[in-house]
């Protein structure tokens, strides 16, 4: 089955540590990025990659990083300069349907701070 | 910049009735994509519904249709004969066509209670 994987369902993270959340996609895509989503709100984009070896900020890119080497894979690292960090973390991969261009999310991981 | 409104946080439903859900937004361009995504109590994000904006026929897929009025920049979603299922947050999003980001922009959400 084609899909977006993203582990671990759970991430706890402690004081001054980098913590990394996976995101794996069988879709053949492109584009794949990653949201924020903080209690009741939308998601907000954190980093971008349209084509393996690049990747751009998005609007809270600030304690983010990525890293984009093999097409199926983006991977998101949550630094100790991210102060608030507990949230919901999905991650998406956008490619062409029925004439359309649409992103399709992955189950996502909720990080806390212990 | 582009901007999406939800102006109702909560809505509730009787079984089997009919249901819609409003959201608006904001841009200078012509050319993009409206979606409304549906995230359940698990929190995973599914696609509903797309709407190209230079298509002027309302998407539809099986219970769900939209509203699209390109002028006054509306876009509401309705669920006919409502499902203990279709309770979820749901989503408003917009897309440009010609980004080179492919960048979505999200509504704050309006919570759906379906009730038996």
């Known amino acids: 089955d084609g899909g977006i994987t993203q582990s671990p369902k759970y991430l706890f993270r402690k004081e001054g540590q980098n913590v990394t959340l996976s995101c794996e996609q069988n879709?053949?895509?492109?584009?794949m990025y990653w949201y924020r989503q903080d209690p009741g709100q939308g998601l907000r984009l954190i980093y971008y990659?349209?084509?393996?070896?690049?990747?751009q900020k998005g609007d809270i890119a600030e304690g983010y990083s990525v890293s984009r080497e093999k097409k199926e894979s983006f991977p998101l690292t949550v630094t100790s300069a991210q102060k608030n960090p507990t949230a919901f973390y999905l991650c998406a991969s956008s490619g062409w349907q029925g004439g359309g261009e649409t992103q399709y999310f992955g189950p996502g991981t909720r990080l806390l701070v212990l | 910049a582009q901007t999406v409104t939800q102006s109702q946080p909560e809505m509730s439903v009787q079984e089997a009735e009919t249901v819609t859900l409003s959201c608006t937004y904001d841009t200078s361009e012509s050319n993009y994509y409206l979606f409304w995504y549906k995230q359940p109590p698990s929190r995973q994000m599914i696609l509903v519904i797309r709407?190209?904006?230079?298509?002027?026929q309302n998407a539809t897929e099986n219970r769900f249709s939209v509203n699209f009025q390109k002028a006054a920049k509306s876009f509401s979603l309705k669920i006919s004969d409502s499902q203990l299922g279709d309770t979820a947050m749901y989503f408003c999003?917009?897309?440009?066509?010609?980004?080179?980001?492919?960048?979505?922009?999200f509504g704050q959400g309006t919570t759906l209670q379906v009730k038996p």
């Open positions: 709407q190209e904006a230079y298509k002027q």
């Open positions: 879709l053949n895509h492109d584009a």
């Open positions: 999003a917009f897309m440009l066509r010609s980004s080179n980001t492919g960048k979505l922009i």
């Open positions: 990659s349209q084509i393996v070896n690049d990747f």
